[in-house]
T-cell receptor, first 114, second 111 residues
Framework: DADVTQTPRNRITKTGKRIMLECSQT?????MYWYRQDPGLGLQLIYY???????NKGEISDGYSVSRQAQAKFSLSLESAIPNQTALYFC?????????????FGPGTRLTVL | GQNIDQPTEMTATEGAIVQINCTYQ??????LFWYQQHAGEAPTFLSY????GLEEKGRFSSFLSRSKGYSYLLLKELQMKDSASYLC????????????FGRGTSLIVHP
């Protein structure tokens, strides 16, 4: 079954450490996204990519970077983690050719920065 | 900027009908989505409206009025498994056609 996967699912790290969250998809979608979700704040867009050579900042990109290694892979890095980056992180994909271009979300990565 | 408002929390009884409202003030409009998210899980797509009117899909319906900047999600014959957060998201041309999400409405269904 075509899917969106994220690794790791849970991660506890310390302030100042470099962290990479990975996302892979077998849906064949061209568009990929990274969101963070904090309690009561909804989903906030960090970065998005419409194809392998296209990377764009979202509304809260400071402190984050991304890499689109292939159409199927989109990684999110925290160069020097800080406690207020503790959140639930979701990767999502969509197909620009689909009638609604709705997003399909991965299962999420729960990140705790101590 | 984009402003999307939903009630924070609602409660309802199993078997009843509940309406979750979403109002938006955005620069342009290119569609409105509803997603369902169970606690600790990924959001899943429920419905999409781009024209005014009602879209029905089984027990769930979604309505849109573009002139009023208003949408609602109607859930009929509520089941316990419908307890979840419901996210309203609006897509605009100015936002590279990427949906902006509201904060979500937490629905609690009790027996």
């Amino acid at each position: 079954d075509a899917d969106v996967t994220q690794t790791p699912r849970n991660r506890i790290t310390k302030t100042g450490k470099r962290i990479m969250l990975e996302c892979s998809q077998t849906k064949g979608h061209d568009r990929m996204y990274w969101y963070r979700q904090d309690p009561g704040l909804g989903l906030q867009l960090i970065y998005y990519s419409f194809d392998v050579k296209d990377i764009n900042k979202g509304e809260i990109s400071d402190g984050y970077s991304v890499s689109r290694q292939a159409q199927a892979k989109f990684s999110l890095s925290l160069e020097s983690a800080i406690p207020n980056q503790t959140a639930l992180y979701f990767c999502a994909t969509s197909d620009r050719l689909a009638p609604t271009d709705e997003q399909f979300f991965g299962p999420g990565t729960r990140l705790t920065v101590l | 900027g984009q402003n999307i408002d939903q009630p924070t929390e609602m409660t309802a009884t199993e078997g009843a009908i509940v309406q979750i409202n979403c109002t938006y003030q955005t620069s342009g409009f290119n569609g409105l989505f509803w997603y369902q998210q169970h606690a600790g899980e990924a959001p899943t797509f429920l419905s999409y409206n781009v024209l005014d009117g009602l879209e029905e899909k089984g027990r769930f319906s979604s309505f849109l009025s573009r002139s009023k900047g208003y949408s609602y999600l109607l859930l009929k014959e509520l089941q316990m498994k419908d307890s979840a957060s419901y996210l309203c998201a609006v897509r605009t041309p100015g936002g590279s056609y990427i949906p902006t999400f509201g904060r979500g409405t937490s629905l609690i269904v009790h027996p």
